[in-house]
């Protein structure tokens, strides 16, 4: 499956931005999904993610409550809702798939896609 991340930019402190994450050559329905990220000179990290078909979810503690990730199969579709941003989220971004259950780390994922960066200026 290949995976097109879009929706980074600018934005202040406190404001909200959305991430989209664009999916085709596969059965999207049938992957779990998750948006890592990765600060400059920090290791990628697990943000979020969703499961195929019970579209259960797990945040990482920094985005729990402030974050909400969705998914649209009819689509090939999965979003990134970020709420109240803080400079500490200024990061690339990026989705990416694994078939299975829910894993928050990054060597379990197959597919990734090209990474979109959000700036959060204070």
């Known amino acids: 499956v290949q995976l097109q991340a879009s929706g980074g930019g600018l934005v202040q402190a406190g404001d909200s931005q959305r991430l989209s994450c664009a999916a085709s050559?596969?059965?999207?329905?049938?992957?779990?999904m998750a948006w890592f990220r990765q600060a400059p000179g920090k290791e990628r990290e697990f943000v979020a993610g969703i499961t195929d078909s019970d579209r259960n979810t797990g945040y990482a503690d920094s985005v729990r409550g402030r974050f909400s990730i969705s998914r649209d199969d009819a689509n090939d579709m999965v979003y990134l809702q970020m709420n109240s941003l803080n400079p500490e989220d200024t990061a690339v971004y990026y989705c990416?798939?694994?078939?299975?259950?829910?894993?928050?780390?990054?060597?379990?994922?197959?597919?990734w896609g090209q990474g979109t960066l959000v700036t959060v200026s204070s």
């Open positions: 990416a798939a694994r078939k299975g259950f829910l894993r928050a780390d990054a060597n379990e994922y197959s597919f």
């Open positions: 050559g596969g059965t999207f329905s049938s992957f779990s």
